[in-house]
C-alpha cells in the first residue's frame, strides 16, 4: 500500500488513525470555527491527526425545502477563515469539475460524493488540482469496483487517493456495512476511511429528511477500526438535535473524545497483529 502526505499529516500503512470531522454542512463562519477548535482540542488530547470537514453546498439534500449550506463562493470563504483561525488541513466535497479548481485553493482533499463516485469529469477535475481526492465508495459498488475510480485519478497523474466506506444499499431505506470491504479496498493500494456517520443514515426515510441511528456509532466505529481502516470520518455536533443537515446520524461533540481514546486502543492491537 502507498500512503497519502498532505499538510505534514502521513495516511495508510503504519501512520496513527486519522480523525475527519465536523458538521455535515457549514452553518456559518463562527459555528465552523468553533467546531474546528474544539475537535482540534479533543483530537491533539487522543493522539489524533486531525482534518475539518463541512460541505458548502448539500446537493443531494431529500426534500427541495431542506438547508444546502452557503454555497461555492461563501463556504469557500468560510473554510479559508477556518483554516487560518484553527490551523488544520481542509476537507470538503465538489459536485461539478468547474467547482474543483477554486476549491483546491482552500481544501488540502477534494472529496467526491458517493452518488459521483463513477463521474469520470468530475474525477480528472479533481485529479487535475494535485490535490489528495478522496473518492466515497458509490452506495450501489462493490469494493472492488472501486479500482476503475481510482484508476481515473491515477490517470491523470495523481496518486494521492483515499477511498472511503459508507455502506452499501440494503433494501429500502438502509444502509449495511460489510467489513470484509475494509481489507477489499485496502488490497487496491489506497489508504480507507470508514465513513462512520453516513453509514448510519436511513436514507429518505425521515419523510422528506434522511433519518439515522446515531446510537450505532461506537460499536460501528470500533468494528470498522479493528478490520484495519487508516481512518475515520465523523460528523460532529454540538447539539445534534438542531444539526441543519443530518441529525439524527451526528455524533454528540462531547461524545468524541472518549470515542477517539476507544478507537486509538483498537487500531494500535489492529496494527499490531497485523506486523
Known amino acids: 500500500m502507498h500512503t497519502v502526505q498532505f499538510a505534514g499529516l502521513t495516511v ?9 470531522a465536523g458538521p455535515c454542512v457549514i452553518e456559518g463562519e463562527s459555528h465552523a470555527i468553533e467546531t474546528a477548535l474544539a475537535v ?29 449550506g452557503p454555497g ?35 481544501a488540502d482533499v477534494l472529496q467526491i460524493p458517493a452518488f459521483l463516485s463513477r463521474q469520470t469529469d468530475l474525477l480528472a477535475a479533481a485529479a487535475r488540482t494535485g490535490r489528495v481526492v478522496n473518492i466515497k465508495k458509490g452506495q ?4 472492488n469496483d472501486m479500482r ?5 485519478v491515477v490517470a ?5 487517493v483515499i477511498v472511503t466506506e459508507r455502506g452499501f444499499s440494503f433494501g429500502y431505506n438502509n444502509l449495511v456495512v460489510d467489513m470484509r470491504a475494509f481489507p477489499m479496498l485496502r488490497a487496491l493500494g489506497c489508504p480507507v476511511v470508514y465513513d462512520v456517520t453516513h453509514s448510519l443514515q436511513l436514507p429518505g426515510a425521515g419523510n422528506g429528511v434522511t433519518a439515522g441511528q446515531a446510537e450505532y456509532i461506537v460499536p460501528l466505529a470500533s468494528a470498522g477500526v479493528a478490520a484495519g481502516v487508516d481512518g475515520v470520518f465523523l460528523e460532529v455536533h454540538q447539539d445534534p438535535a438542531r444539526a441543519k443537515s443530518d441529525s439524527q446520524n451526528a455524533l454528540r461533540l462531547d461524545l468524541l473524545e472518549p470515542l477517539l481514546r476507544r478507537l486509538v486502543k483498537i487500531h494500535d492491537i489492529a496494527r499490531g497483529a497485523a506486523a
Open 12 to 20: 495508510g500503512a503504519a501512520a496513527p488513525l486519522l480523525l475527519i
Open 40 to 68: 482540534r482540542e479533543i483530537a491533539a488530547r487522543a493522539g489524533v491527526p486531525y482534518v475539518f470537514k463541512a460541505s458548502y453546498d448539500k446537493a443531494n439534500r431529500t426534500s427541495v425545502h431542506s438547508f444546502r
Open 72 to 106: 461555492l463562493t461563501e463556504g469557500i470563504r468560510i473554510l479559508g477563515r477556518v483554516r487560518d483561525a484553527a490551523g488544520v488541513p481542509i476537507l470538503t466535497d465538489i459536485h461539478e469539475p468547474a467547482q474543483a479548481a477554486a476549491v483546491a485553493e482552500v
Open 140 to 143: 450501489f459498488l462493490a469494493p
Open 148 to 152: 476503475h475510480a481510482i484508476d481515473k
Open 156 to 160: 491523470c497523474g495523481n496518486r494521492q
